[in-house]
């Protein structure tokens, strides 16, 4: 993978991130930009294309870590199989972990622990439709990577907003992250493969 391929895929994740960040947070608070002036619009704007440009680097720096722990967990394991079963066991404890321990940090009396296995099961849900993707387009061995990559290490780069549980930050943080995410998983293979 040559320099023009790294920032190709740094700039398009940029943009992918910050726009998508940016739709869903003018979505969230449209009434907030569209109130008032021009420069209101244009400078609320600027600040969400930013704020998720911002998120968007974290998905970055998230992705190049796994590729480095996925290299670090298969020298360690020395066995592709290994590696699978222990990133497996981990989603589910991540996936346990976003419905458990969110239920107890914030509850409400009376409210039950459905409300909060929503946004995890459809994490994993998204995270085993993304895997099959990436599989199909590469190799079956790329399916468990996938998933652990979707689940486990956006939930982790997703952590600040998840602890201060404000509907509206946990949306606009958790946007750029999965399609920034999304996009380097099912773009890099494309990025690397060898021509004819």
Known sequence: MNS??????????????????????????????????????????????????????????????YLTLHRFGLALFRSQKLWNYVQVILVGFVVFDLIYFRYIAFAEPGETIFHYMIMPILLLIYGLLVAY???????????????????????????PALTVNDPKWLWLYFTPLITANTWQLLTLHRLTKKEN
Not at 135 to 152: C, E, R, S, W, Y
Request: aromatic letters at 20%; charged letters at 10%; proline letters at 1%.
């Open 4 to 65: 023009r391929k790294v920032v190709y895929l740094f700039f398009s994740t940029l943009l992918v991130g910050s726009i998508s960040g940016a739709i869903v947070g003018f979505v969230l608070d449209f009434h907030v930009y569209t109130e008032g002036s021009f420069l209101n619009l244009f400078f609320g704007l600027i600040w969400l294309l930013g704020i998720c440009a911002a998120f968007s680097l974290i998905s970055q720096m998230g992705f190049f870590a």
């Open 133 to 159: 993707l990436k599989a199909k387009d590469t190799n079956q061995g790329a399916f468990i990577p996938a998933l652990f990559f979707i689940v486990v290490v956006t939930s982790i780069e997703w952590v």
